[in-house]
Every structure is written in C-alpha cells, then in structure tokens.
C-alpha cells in the first residue's frame, strides 16, 4: 500500500530561504503542485476501486483496509479542492487590485 507524500517534496529548493526552484524544461511549481494533487486522486481512488472490488467479491482478508483507503480518497480530494478554492481566491484578490 502506498503512502500519500507531501506535494512539496518532489520540487527541488534553491537554498535561500526555503523558495522553491522552477523545475526548468518549462516546469512551474504552482503547476507541479496541482498536478502532483490530482495524481494523488486518481492514485488513490484506484486503490479504493480495487478494495471495494476484493471486498465485493469476497477477496479481501481485511475489511478496515478498505475504509483506510476510502478515507484517503476523501483526502486527496479535500485537498484538491481547497488547493483550487485558494488559487480561486488569490486569482479573485489580483483582478481586485486597480493599478
């Protein structure tokens, strides 16, 4: 079973206070995080699929792995949408400004 990883640990620092580096070949690293979440999502609905599938044809030997692998589901998707409800906002507070 896979375990969810912090979406900053695959983008690399630059050593100065922590800032995150761009990628290079035209990466960005607000773009890496939102794909990095939606990974998550698709990985662990998969693995939820799968489970359901084992329980509901009698495969599977231990039922509260299926719950563990609903609640990440739920997670990742939590996450994936607050991540979209705060770009929303930062997006809303830019055409805010009058320059």
Known sequence: MNTIQPLWDSMPLDGK???VTDTGAGGNPFTDIFQSAVDAV???DAEKTQLEYLMATGQLDNPA???I???KAQLSVD???QLRNKAMDSYNE???ISL
């Open 79 to 81: 996450l994936l949408v």
């Open 69 to 71: 692998a609903s609640t």
């Open 42 to 44: 698709k990985e662990t």
């Open 17 to 19: 206070a922590g800032r």
């Open 94 to 96: 830019l055409m805010r």
């Open 65 to 67: 792995l299926l719950t």
